[in-house]
């Protein structure tokens, strides 16, 4: 079983236990004695259940087991002190076992709501804070029962709870002050100023767009979606106008996957401000990096490429030959892009494939009819691809893979999540039991190319409540802290830097780091064995831990973040700076 199947048994068992012991109270109270006894007897089993799912986690990793360990084992030890002897034992009047097990229904929920709202990393504060809860939850179901304890009693409670929940709280949300990211222009004159080869002007503005014969709102870059497609031969300059017509929240240009100058980047704030209405910002830059990538706004990113801000970036070397095609993915107001076209391609023929996935979700891809090859993923070639058959990949959120084949007699179809978005004929062929590839095994490997590491960070990706803004949220964390609370990753130009990413969350999270690739050296525990992977965007999946290593050679402040990009507004980013 996968660590991530792992954490979401051991949730639901917890949620049972919980439910069995408060519901076993409940029973008791009101004097119903099988239905107390049977639900406290399936709490008990439950909660014993849990001592095999946390091992479990703890061997997968103390980040996924550090509050379970520390504060939901020893409530739910103390829950079984209180309850199973009462409950061995229990009286003609089954009521009077109410209390231990509200009591341990109260323990298990604490330790529940630590996980929940707080998750990691594991503290003393929160321990704390569901002492307090536990105590003070037990005191009134006390008095709710006709036998509430004598003044002194009450007092000791309402003492140790307070105590508690003073303390908990100033140790839970004390404020560890990450340092301002700086609204940085030091990098400006990293800009070329070779004369442009190639210059594009891109308006942005709302419109309304067709899609399957429906018209739908949408923000776009020169009233399309997709916006153009910008190509560049290898040794071009490349230059692009952005202009906003009326994008009241602000445009920006980011080069996904397209490791640009800091100055070029394209993110508010961080970067350069926002491109208001009526305004224009240029953006130069060397296309010396042959591959596959896009662009996209970065100001107000979930809502702005949603709406359809975003476009394809191909850089090809010379000369090209054969059939180029380019499969950007995307989900404009709920309905599918691009829409399904065929085009017939002479057999012999060379094809290649260039998929962009541009959505903030995972989506599968299979070619049907043919053999192929996948040349590259990210913009970065494959070392000995090997030929695949009725084998399907899957492009995470910003990611991108370049398939090649040799166009058949027959026709061939390309699927993704099902419907057939390109062909060359048709194709009628079930794709979905077909495996998946892994990359991580594909192609030939070679050594990594340096033998040290100068700085590691440990990024833990979860959910939890953020107490440090105006109002409380619920956020898409790391380490614990959300967005702008997320100590920035400071390294030096050359460092050789090394990333442990884990996600003891229950969703996806398509990591992304701005102006650089990392090289993958292994998932949970599954060393690269194959061509080496240089990514810009890959899935870290639930219960996921990705080991991967770059060279620090692009000075600057980077965003790093998660690619879904809800996740990201709603927490999830963090800056990686050069001192």
């Not at 399957?212 to 916006?227: C, E, H, K, L, T």
């Not at 292994?522 to 061509?531: D, F, K, M």
């Amino acid at each position: 079983m996968s660590t991530g199947s792992v954490l979401a048994v051991d949730l639901v068992i917890a949620v049972l236990a919980a439910a069995g012991w408060l519901g076993g109270g409940a029973a008791s109270a009101a004097r119903r004695r099988p239905l107390a006894l049977g639900l406290a007897a399936f709490a008990l089993v439950a909660t014993l259940a849990r001592a095999v799912t946390i091992t479990a986690l703890a061997r997968a990793g103390w980040w996924f087991a550090g509050e379970k360990v520390l504060i939901a084992a020893p409530l739910a030890l103390a829950a079984v002190v209180v309850a199973g002897p009462r409950l061995l034992r229990a009286p003609g009047d089954i009521r009077s076992v109410a209390l231990p097990l509200f009591f341990a229904g109260y323990a298990q929920s604490g330790a529940l709501l630590v996980t929940l709202l707080h998750g990691y990393p594991v503290s003393a504060g929160v321990g704390l804070l569901a002492l307090a809860g536990v105590i003070a939850a037990t005191a009134v179901s006390w008095r709710a029962l006709g036998a509430g304890p004598s003044r002194a009693v009450s007092r000791a409670a309402l003492v140790v709870a307070v105590t508690a929940l003073v303390t908990g709280t100033g140790l839970a949300v004390a404020p560890g002050a990450a340092p301002a990211v700086p609204h940085n222009h030091k990098y400006r004159d990293a800009r070329t100023s070779d004369e442009p080869t190639r210059r594009f002007v891109l308006t942005a503005g709302t419109a309304t767009v067709s899609v399957s014969g429906r018209d739908v709102a949408a923000w776009a870059f020169n009233g399309q979606v997709p916006g153009p497609e910008l190509t560049g031969t290898a040794g071009d300059v490349v230059e692009v106008t952005l202009r906003n017509r009326d994008i009241a929240r602000g445009v920006t240009l980011h080069w996904h996957g397209y490791d640009v100058p800091n100055s070029q980047d394209g993110v508010p704030g961080v970067t350069q401000a926002a491109v208001l209405p009526g305004q224009e910002f240029v953006y130069r830059f060397r296309a010396d990096q042959v591959g596959t990538y896009w662009y996209h706004t970065h100001s107000v990113s979930d809502l702005g490429v949603r709406m359809g801000l975003y476009g394809v970036l191909v850089v090809r070397p010379a000369p090209v030959t054969g059939v180029d095609v380019t499969v950007p993915v995307h989900t404009l107001a709920g309905l599918a892009l691009p829409e399904p076209r065929t085009e017939p391609v002479e057999p012999g023929v060379p094809v290649r494939l260039r998929l962009i996935n541009t959505d903030s979700t995972t989506h599968r891809y299979a070619l049907a009819g043919t053999p192929f090859r996948v040349v590259a993923i990210d913009g970065s070639d494959l070392r000995g691809p090997t030929s695949l058959v009725d084998t399907a990949v899957l492009v995470p959120a910003g990611g991108r893979y370049d398939l090649v084949f040799t166009a058949p007699p027959t026709p061939v179809a390309l699927f993704v999540d099902g419907r057939a978005v390109y062909s060359t004929g048709p194709v009628s062929t079930a794709t979905s039991a077909w495996p998946v590839l892994d990359p991580l095994t594909y192609g030939v490997g070679s050594p990594v190319p340096w033998s040290r590491v100068d700085r590691e960070y440990t990024l833990v990706l979860d959910r939890g409540l953020d107490l440090r803004g105006l109002l409380p949220r619920y956020a898409h964390t790391v380490n614990g802290a959300a967005d702008p609370d997320i100590p920035p990753q400071v390294v030096r130009l050359g460092d050789i830097v090394a990333f442990t990413i884990v996600n003891r969350s229950q969703v996806v999270h398509p990591w992304h780091l701005h102006g650089h690739h990392v090289l993958v050296l292994s998932r949970n525990g599954q060393r690269a064995t194959g061509s080496p992977l240089w990514l810009d965007s890959f899935d870290v999946r639930p219960g996921d831990v990705w080991e991967v290593e770059f060279r620090a050679d692009n000075p600057g402040v980077w965003a790093n973040h998660c690619h879904n990009l809800a996740h990201a507004d709603a927490g999830m980013m963090l800056h990686l700076m050069y001192s």
